[in-house]
């Protein structure tokens, strides 16, 4: 089951059926299920203290997951700032959707077990993040 809540920000305009089933379609290309995940929309002032809480990281970011995950099973928490999805969409000069699903689709990848942080990483999870929104065009 996949939820999806707000923390100080309304809760963004997407089809939540359509995201859903795009999730999973994208989960079971890496031999992946769904189990429960918990989306937490929120603002640049509560996911940075989020990250100081948890993480330790005295810094704003995008989104942080929280992996709970077993075997083929994905569980986690997701925490998206949407001031900094809106931020990254204007840097880059893409529609904001765009980027809101970039962001929603990444936190699945991390828990399909790609990671952004080492040498090469952030390239291979774009180009993952990239044929995941292609699926969701299609």
């Known amino acids: 089951m996949i939820t999806y809540q707000t923390e100080g920000v309304e809760m963004p305009s997407i089809d939540q059926e359509k995201i859903t089933a795009w999730i999973k379609e994208v989960a079971a290309t890496y031999g992946k299920k769904v189990g429960e ?11 940075l203290k989020v990250n100081r809480e948890f993480l330790q990281h005295d810094y704003y970011t995008d989104v942080i997951t929280f992996d ?56 291979i999870m774009e180009g993952e993040e990239n044929k995941a929104l292609a699926l969701l065009q299609a």
């Open 68 to 123: 709970y995950c077993h075997g083929r099973v994905l569980s986690g928490d997701i925490v998206l700032s949407l001031d900094t999805v809106r931020t990254n969409a204007e840097q880059f000069n893409t529609p904001y959707e765009t980027e809101l699903h970039r962001v929603i689709i990444h936190g699945i990848l991390h828990l399909c077990g790609i990671n952004d942080k080492g040498p090469g990483e952030r390239e």
């Open 37 to 47: 995940i918990a989306y937490m929309f929120c603002s640049d002032e509560h996911i």
